[in-house]
T-cell receptor, first 111, second 113 residues
């Protein structure tokens, strides 16, 4: 089945550790996105990529890093510089200006 | 000013009511517009795209006003199952933010018996 897969579904991190969230899609979409959602809030854009080996900062990129070495993959690293990383992280992909499809999300908790 | 703004609500309406949500966007270079629905603790899912001529899908009608830079969603004959958060989405295609997909903060709708 075609779709977008995020893993893991739940992730626990100790303070000061870097963690990487996986996002893979087999929809042949060029564009991929990472969002963060806090309880009761909307989605805030962290990073986005329109093409392999290129990506742009979104509205809240500080403390995060990404790579886009393959069209299918857009992993997000939450670094120790992110002071409040506990949140629901959503990855999405799209073709050009068409609608975006989302993965099921990763819930990250700092313990 | 936020790039995309919505009234967060919440909207509490009885079954059968008609409810309307509005959303404004700040960048005139915005090219694509959507309404998404998000259920509690789930990922957002596309409800409908919004076209310049307006479009309708069953009980849902979406409209775009480029001159005033707002989009709207009208839900007629509300059902209990319509209870969710509705997210306005704008895709920017211009300048240095090419392809930036921005969400509003969402409007919470609760439909009660």
């Amino acid at each position: 089945d075609g779709g977008i897969t995020q893993s893991p579904k739940y992730l626990f991190r100790k303070e000061g550790q870097n963690v990487t969230l996986s996002c893979e899609q087999n929809l042949n979409h060029d564009a991929m996105y990472w969002y963060r959602q806090d309880p009761g809030q909307g989605l805030r854009l962290i990073y986005y990529s329109q093409i392999v080996n290129d990506f742009q900062k979104g509205d809240i990129a500080e403390g995060y890093s990404v790579s886009r070495e393959k069209k299918e993959s857009f992993p997000l690293t939450v670094t120790s510089a992110q002071k409040n990383p506990t949140a629901f992280y959503l990855c999405a992909s799209s073709i050009d200006s068409a609608e975006a499809f989302f993965g099921q999300g990763t819930r990250l908790t700092v313990v | 000013r936020k790039e995309v703004e919505q009234d967060p609500g919440p909207f509490n309406v009885p079954e059968g009511a008609t409810v309307a949500f509005n959303c404004t966007y700040s960048n005139s270079a915005s090219q694509s517009f959507f309404w998404y629905r998000q259920d509690c603790r789930k990922e957002p899912k596309l409800l409908m795209s919004v076209y310049s001529s307006g479009n309708e899908d069953g009980r849902f009608t979406a409209q775009l006003n480029r001159a005033s830079q707002y989009i709207s969603l009208l839900i007629r004959d509300s059902k209990l199952s319509d209870s969710a958060t509705y997210l306005c989405v704008v895709n920017l295609y211009g300048g240095t933010s090419y392809g930036k997909l921005t969400f509003g903060q969402g409007t919470i709708l609760t439909v009660h018996p």
